[in-house]
């Protein structure tokens, strides 16, 4: 990361009754993007974005939000930096009145005037689909729809840093892309996002910052081979370009998208072979490291590329560092987020 971190910890562990549910060495979050964690339950995410809220300490470490100690400071000084920062939590909390008040109720503790309060309200249920709710009852809506009002809730105070625990789940189908939109539409603000997920496909297609979190500790990342490019047609095949690099892909998308491919799925050899595989990339090793049980091989295909491949296939095709190899994956291999 080449810009200032809006969040930064070190040294984090949080032990909830002798069980360690945290424990970082180091971790710096870019201002102005978007930074995704993922993993399962118990990883660990929401008790990080609990802590970045001020919301609870961390057992041991040091935690800065926007270059501010959320737990060294005083009263007075934690809440201007909530202020400045916005949770939404997974199953949100709203007040028993309209969809209206619960989305400008922020702005009315912030002193905004009428006419610009409404004009923002509107706007943000706009983009999230709520215009047609703003009258109803907000303990009447569904599940995705508080998701929807909290995450509008978040959209009108334009927050220096939004944290979103879980932002699509039991929201429907039809809803997800309305509130990735209202997630790019902070991003465009200038505010900072971090976001708890366990869908690797929408962590991936919001953001190449992901953080992959296990048992409370930071692991390896959730894909190889990540790649960012363009789809375009090519004949009858989808073709994803990634500088001079055409790899075909099955898909119905069109424009910049973000790619991956299995390393387990890339057949490594010296020869061209006889495959209904689209994707024959020669190229030359780079790297080889044990992952697992097997070996990781980095090959320079004109960008590069992984594939996981047994110790035993390692030393029958003789790879090195410099040997002439092909790649080859079948176009299913490659998941379009």
């Given at each position: 990361?080449?810009?200032?971190?809006?969040?930064?910890?070190?040294?984090?562990?949080?032990?909830?009754?002798?069980?360690?549910?945290?424990?970082?060495?180091?971790?710096?979050?870019?201002?102005?993007?978007?930074?995704?964690?993922?993993?399962?339950?118990?990883?660990?995410?929401?008790?990080?974005?609990r802590i970045l809220a001020g919301l609870e300490p961390p057992t041991t470490g040091a935690v800065e939000v926007l270059g501010i100690d959320p737990f060294s400071v005083s009263r007075a000084q934690r809440r201007d930096l909530q202020r400045?920062?916005?949770?939404?939590?997974?199953?949100?909390?709203?007040?028993?009145?309209?969809?209206?008040?619960?989305?400008?109720?922020g702005l009315r503790a912030r002193g905004v005037a009428g006419p610009d309060r409404a004009r923002r309200v509107d706007k943000a249920a706009e983009a999230l689909g709520l215009t047609h709710l703003l009258n109803r009852a907000a303990r009447?809506?569904?599940?995705?729809?508080?998701?929807?009002?909290?995450?509008?809730?978040?959209?009108?105070?334009?927050?220096?840093?939004?944290?979103?625990?879980?932002?699509?789940?039991?929201?429907?189908?039809?809803?997800?892309?309305?509130?990735?939109?209202?997630?790019?539409?902070?991003?465009?603000?200038?505010?900072?996002?971090?976001?708890?997920?366990?869908?690797?496909?929408?962590?991936?297609?919001?953001?190449?910052?992901?953080?992959?979190?296990?048992?409370?500790?930071?692991?390896?990342?959730?894909?190889?081979?990540?790649?960012?490019?363009?789809?375009?047609?090519?004949?009858?095949?989808?073709?994803?370009?990634?500088?001079?690099?055409?790899?075909?892909?099955?898909?119905?998308?069109?424009?910049?998208?973000?790619?991956?491919?299995?390393?387990?799925?890339?057949?490594?050899?010296?020869?061209?072979?006889?495959?209904?595989?689209?994707?024959?990339?020669?190229?030359?090793?780079?790297?080889?490291?044990?992952?697992?049980?097997?070996?990781?091989?980095?090959?320079?295909?004109?960008?590069?590329?992984?594939?996981?491949?047994?110790?035993?296939?390692?030393?029958?095709?003789?790879?090195?560092?410099?040997?002439?190899?092909?790649?080859?994956?079948?176009?299913?291999?490659?998941?379009?987020?």
């Open positions: 990361m080449s810009g200032a971190p809006a969040i930064r910890v070190a040294n984090l562990t949080k032990v909830y009754a002798g069980d360690t549910v945290l424990d970082l060495e180091e971790l710096a979050l870019e201002a102005g993007r978007i930074h995704v964690l993922i993993g399962g339950n118990g990883a660990g995410k929401t008790t990080l974005l400045r920062v916005t949770l939404c939590f997974q199953n949100p909390y709203l007040f028993h009145s309209s969809v209206r008040r619960n989305i400008d109720f009447t809506l569904s599940g995705g729809e508080s998701k929807r009002v909290s995450l509008a809730r978040a959209l009108v105070l334009r927050p220096e840093v939004v944290l979103l625990d879980e932002p699509v789940a039991n929201v429907d189908a039809a809803s997800v892309s309305e509130v990735e939109a209202a997630i790019r539409d902070l991003l465009e603000q200038g505010s900072t996002m971090v976001i708890a997920t366990h869908q690797l496909d929408q962590a991936y297609r919001l953001s190449a910052d992901v953080v992959r979190l296990e048992r409370g500790q930071i692991a390896p990342p959730a894909v190889d081979n990540l790649l960012d490019g363009e789809i375009i047609q090519r004949g009858e095949t989808a073709v994803l370009t990634v500088g001079k690099v055409e790899i075909r892909v099955m898909t119905d998308r069109r424009g910049p998208a973000r790619a991956a491919v299995d390393p387990a799925t890339v057949l490594v050899s010296k020869e061209a072979v006889q495959s209904s595989a689209l994707n024959a990339f020669p190229g030359r090793v780079t790297a080889l490291q044990e992952r697992g049980t097997g070996i990781l091989v980095t090959a320079d295909v004109g960008i590069p590329l992984q594939a996981h491949i047994t110790k035993e296939s390692l030393h029958s095709l003789s790879l090195t560092i410099g040997s002439q190899v092909i790649l080859t994956f079948k176009a299913a291999s490659v998941t379009v987020f």
